[in-house]
């Protein structure tokens, strides 16, 4: 059967978790019982009961649609296109954009086998043709793989979607930077100085 071995090994593949920090957590969990109960229970509720907004892409918990998605207010014109749901809540924190957000569950690299194909980029081109907007902001990640999907998503719209505005977000991101650590002075300036193409 199972080991603490295991569980370390399993704890271990978290992101940002080293094997000391894996050990630490993997024996907190055998200590305190009580708690490790009530994570699996909620974990367990957790995995049971999400889904994916149709829309965005987001991680939604037994709605039909994500908040931003199904609100009144939101722009309707303007779609935020980011890599990731936590780069969408970064900026989110900001507080300055106001449209829809489109997640593309990762970013271009041949490296790693991660082509166009296998991120949302389809159900973009769906959405993309179902709805009015006048603007796409897309939110890459400063990285080179970030850029590389900016460009290939860039050349995309502008083939297919000519009377769209794309812009970027301004580079107030460092090169190599992550949205999801950056402060929201630095990432609420990059919107506003966003750059068009």
Do not use: W
């Amino acid at each position: 059967m199972y080991q603490i071995e295991d569980l370390i090994a399993i704890l271990s593949r978290l992101p940002g978790l080293g094997k000391k920090t894996a050990s630490k957590l993997a024996y907190f969990f055998v200590k305190n019982k009580e708690y490790s109960s009530d994570f699996i229970k909620i974990l367990s509720y957790i995995q049971k009961n999400t889904s994916f907004c149709p829309d965005c892409g987001c991680i939604i918990l037994n709605v039909e649609k994500c908040s931003i998605c199904s609100s009144d207010i939101r722009n309707k014109n303007l779609l935020c296109i980011v890599e990731e749901q936590k780069d969408m809540m970064a900026i989110e924190e900001t507080g300055v954009f106001s449209g829809l957000y489109h997640i593309l569950s990762g970013t271009i690299n041949p490296l790693e086998n991660r082509t166009p194909e296998k991120l949302r980029i389809k159900e973009l081109i769906n959405r993309l043709q179902e709805n009015n907007f006048e603007e796409i902001l897309i939110a890459t990640n400063p990285t080179i793989e970030g850029d590389a999907t900016f460009l290939y998503l860039q050349n995309l719209i502008k083939t297919t979607f000519p009377y769209i505005k794309i812009s970027k977000i301004a580079t107030g991101l460092p090169m190599g930077g992550v949205l999801e650590y950056a402060d929201k002075h630095t990432l609420s300036r990059a919107i506003e100085q966003k750059q068009y193409f």
